[in-house]
């Protein structure tokens, strides 16, 4: 049994030892979906905390960029427990950070997930520039748009992005996720909805096809 405090709080320690062999003995025992939903939060929780010790001064830059490579390699660990059954494609997201954003840990979960959920994620990475979405929405004609950003001037890049797309006559459903996304920010962006979770952001995803 996974103990979910304890894989926040090595997380947020930065123990990689601890937290792949937490990890590790949880998937050895075939943990449902949804389980493993509650491991990437506890995670994703961990996070949290390296993003308020790093505030407080406590951790640097190279902190923030070893807790970035444990939550990748955690992730990579718990995917196969993240579902796969899928094997039609029920429809097209067209994803990237928008510009001004490096960070893209929560969006290759969003795209990890919807991916096993049947969705093609055409994925254009980071630091995505106001043009290359547009243009790329145009060339695909994704029925979704995801937007992520973890800065809070993502909200900006955001908006700009979506009022290009919509300026360009994109016809498409626009969620937008990533920490300091809020039903504010949201209305502010002028996209359809919004999630800090993408679990959620995939079953959003899947009642609107
Ligand atoms: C890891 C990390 C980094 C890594 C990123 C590695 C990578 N490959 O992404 C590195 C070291 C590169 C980095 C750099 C920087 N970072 Co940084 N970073 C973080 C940290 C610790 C974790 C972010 C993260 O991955 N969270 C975990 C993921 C899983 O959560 P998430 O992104 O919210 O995603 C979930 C949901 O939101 C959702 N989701 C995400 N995207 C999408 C999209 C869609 C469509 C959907 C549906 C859902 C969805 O799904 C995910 C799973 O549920 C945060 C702290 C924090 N509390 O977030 C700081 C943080 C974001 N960073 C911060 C800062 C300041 C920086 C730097 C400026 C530092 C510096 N001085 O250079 C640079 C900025 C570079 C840039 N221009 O982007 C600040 C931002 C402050 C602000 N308010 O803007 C934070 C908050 C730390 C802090 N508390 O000060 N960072």
Request: glycine share 12%; charged share 20%; net charge negative.
């Amino acid at each position: 049994m996974l103990d979910l405090k304890v894989l926040t709080l090595a997380l947020g320690d930065l123990e990689e030892d601890q937290v792949m062999d937490l990890l590790r003995e949880f998937t050895a025992t075939n943990p449902s979906e949804g389980d493993a939903l509650e491991a990437v939060a506890a995670c994703q929780g961990g996070m949290a905390i390296v993003g308020e010790l790093f505030e407080q001064g406590e951790y640097f830059v190279g902190d923030l960029i070893f807790a970035g490579e444990l939550l990748t390699e955690a992730i990579g660990v718990l995917k196969p427990a993240l579902g796969g059954g899928a094997s039609a494609v029920i429809g097209t997201i067209l994803l990237g950070t928008v510009h001004g954003d490096l960070h893209d840990i929560g969006k290759n979960i969003f795209r990890s997930m919807s991916e096993a959920a049947g969705f093609e994620v055409v994925d254009i990475g980071i630091d995505v520039a106001i043009e290359e979405f547009v243009a790329k929405a145009q060339e695909i004609k994704p029925q979704i748009i995801g937007m992520s950003g973890v800065l809070t001037l993502a909200i900006d890049s955001m908006k700009e992005t979506v009022d290009a797309l919509k300026a360009a006559g994109v016809d498409a459903k626009i969620i937008i996720g990533g920490n300091p996304v809020t039903k504010d920010a949201c209305a502010y962006v002028g996209a359809d909805a919004f999630t800090t979770n993408a679990a959620e952001g995939v079953k959003i995803s899947q009642d609107w096809i």
